[in-house]
């Protein structure tokens, strides 16, 4: 499947690699079925037919044949830069592994492979036929090749500790700063701000109209952005703009992708503006900020985000200094993706000892489209986190945790955090994986903006805004993370309960930020009731996450829940029941 979703965006402009050559180790049998009851076609590589491949079958039992193939792929690829595929029709001579038996599924098929000569035994009794070598000269290779292995193989009786850096592609040389033993040493983030001409810079660049036709309604968009760079602040389409930007400035490439990144699903983002007039002539405002700049790559994807999270998780893995974005159409989107989740990026390092930067955007949040476009499913990224959820961590760094986490878990508020967050992906000293439930209503929300001094020179991330003023004689401390936030402090305005529950944002999930999570629960009294708010079901969301390594800092103190009830359905598709939903969460919020 991942191969035919690769094939047919082989020729799109952002994922053509030039040609790639397709060798299929084509056994017959998977596991126990027969090719007559695995395809509709003869062929296994009839699906490179859809971007008319050639396609070459040759016998594995020839060796000589299968060089002749492989030759002229090879000098297919390179004289015209496009896909082939070398079909090698082989069998396996022990079924699935050494210890199966496969002739309780296929035993005429195997009756004739035990009775073939191994390809080693006929290729050398043809040479030998054909006095092209001795029994002597095979004699001396095998021997030859023997000790190769065997030297490998006691080699590696001695190696105690994989390294990271033995597993690195070349462009990742001397990316990390290690001790005398090769060993990657752990080093602080330095912050992560931007020197305000910079982003003054990019922000008129950004907003400034282009010289081409542009729709009348994109013209009124860029004279909203140019009044927001005037008064000094960022919505969050300009406040990722100016971490890109910057980030371009500075010699990183960024490369996005995804069903409508260009646009923006939401049609917020417009960094790909069209001319009304001309048929393919476009103009995209980050890609002109300066000569020096590096190259700024925003392309709408093929509608397979399995095979293109796939070929974003390899670029990333080859480049350290890419920052490589995929972005959901729909967070849930993420779903037809998800052995590309599930088997590399959740635990590439653990498994493959490769580390990467990828970061995925997943469009979360409950506004009562239904249960296909409110939920990203942000229980399943926090089961797969490997923190420790009995521990404090006590004196343990964030830059240390930061190390030892297999990925990074944000739902972020502000414009400011989502552009340290993206910078730090690059400033970091290291390379994590960054999942980030983006808005939507938040897109557009007037409250929801950030000045350029929060994201100046010197700032930082915050994993955690704790709430503002002097709460500490509050009734209630509710922790929330992402939209339901501002869903929360208007519903408290209108109430007029500012002075009696306090709201403290957990902008950063995993790894769990314990050491600014104690002295914020520090500010207040041992009465103050502590609660978590969450705008999901009760069995999805953050809850069951961060029920554990919030209680172990309250001590006999319990912390309860604000929320929905639990439900199969990721959100429901009535309109009534969603208010309904709405109205009793926001009841147990303000309950003192």
Request: proline residues 5%; glycine residues 6%.
């Amino acid at each position: 499947a991942l191969v035919s979703t690769q094939s047919t965006g082989s020729d799109l402009p952002s994922y053509s690699t030039g040609g790639t050559i397709h060798i299929v180790v084509n056994n017959q049998v998977g596991f126990t079925t027969d090719p007559r009851f695995s395809r509709s076609s003869p062929y296994c590589t009839d699906v490179a037919k859809v971007v008319n491949a050639p396609i070459f079958h040759v016998n594995a039992d020839d060796p000589e044949a299968v060089m002749h193939v492989c030759n002229i792929a090879a000098n297919w690829r390179t004289d015209w830069g496009k896909d082939v595929v070398v079909d090698l029709v082989c069998y396996r001579r022990n079924g699935h592994n050494e210890s199966d038996e496969p002739s309780f599924t296929q035993p005429l098929m195997y009756k004739r492979i035990k009775s073939k000569s191994t390809v080693l035994q006929k290729y050398s009794q043809q040479l030998l036929d054909e006095s092209v070598v001795t029994q002597q000269d095979i004699d001396n290779e095998l021997a030859s090749f023997d000790k190769i292995l065997n030297d490998a193989y006691n080699a590696s009786l001695a190696i105690t500790k994989m390294k990271l850096t033995d597993w690195l592609d070349s462009p990742w040389d001397n990316f990390f700063e290690c001790d005398s033993n090769k060993v990657p040493l752990i080093l602080p983030t330095p912050p992560t701000g931007a020197p305000e001409d910079v982003m003054q810079k990019v922000a008129e660049k950004f907003s400034e109209e282009p010289p081409i036709q542009i729709h009348s309604g994109l013209k009124r968009v860029l004279k909203l952005r140019r009044k927001m760079v005037d008064a000094g602040e960022a919505d969050w389409a300009l406040g990722e703009a100016l971490a890109f930007g910057s980030l371009l400035l500075e010699g990183y490439h960024v490369r996005v992708s995804g069903q409508d990144v260009e646009r923006g699903t939401f049609s917020h983002r417009h960094h790909v503006l069209h001319d009304q007039e001309t048929d393919g002539k476009i103009y995209n405002p980050l890609q002109n900020l300066s000569p020096e700049q590096q190259k700024y790559s925003v392309s709408n994807s093929s509608l397979s985000e399995f095979g293109v999270l796939g070929f974003e998780l390899g670029f990333s893995q080859h480049n350290p200094n890419s920052l490589v974005i995929w972005e959901a159409q729909f967070g849930d989107f993420f779903n037809t993706a998800q052995p590309i989740v599930d088997q590399f990026i959740s635990s590439g390092q653990d498994k493959w000892y490769r580390q990467s930067g990828i970061t995925m955007l997943l469009p979360h949040g409950f506004e009562g489209m239904g249960p296909e476009h409110s939920s990203a499913r942000m229980e399943r990224f926090l089961q797969m986190c490997d923190d420790n959820e009995d521990s404090t961590y006590e004196g343990v760094s964030m830059d240390t945790q930061l190390w030892d986490c297999n990925w990074q878990i944000m739902n972020l508020t502000t414009p400011a955090n989502m552009f340290h967050a993206l910078r730090r992906q690059m400033y970091m000293k290291m390379r994590k994986p960054l999942i980030v439930f983006t808005p939507k209503s938040l897109l557009r929300h007037p409250r929801a903006r950030s000045k350029f001094s929060e994201m100046a020179t010197g700032t930082s991330f915050k994993p955690i805004i704790p709430e503002e003023g002097d709460l500490s004689n509050a009734k209630k401390l509710v922790l929330c993370a992402g939209k339901v936030y501002y869903d929360l402090i208007d519903e408290r305005e209108k109430a007029g309960l500012d002075d009696q529950i306090a709201i403290t944002r957990v902008e950063q999930l995993h790894p769990f930020p314990h050491q600014l999570l104690k002295e914020e629960l520090a500010r207040y009294g041992p009465n103050t009731e502590v609660c978590w708010a969450q705008e999901e079901h009760k069995n999805a969301g953050a809850w069951t996450f961060v029920k554990p390594r919030i209680q172990n800092h309250l001590g006999d103190r319990k912390i309860s829940y604000v929320g929905r009830s639990p439900a199969a359905s990721a959100a429901t598709g009535n309109k009534k029941l969603h208010k309904s939903e709405y109205a009793s969460m926001i009841k147990d919020f303000l309950k003192l």
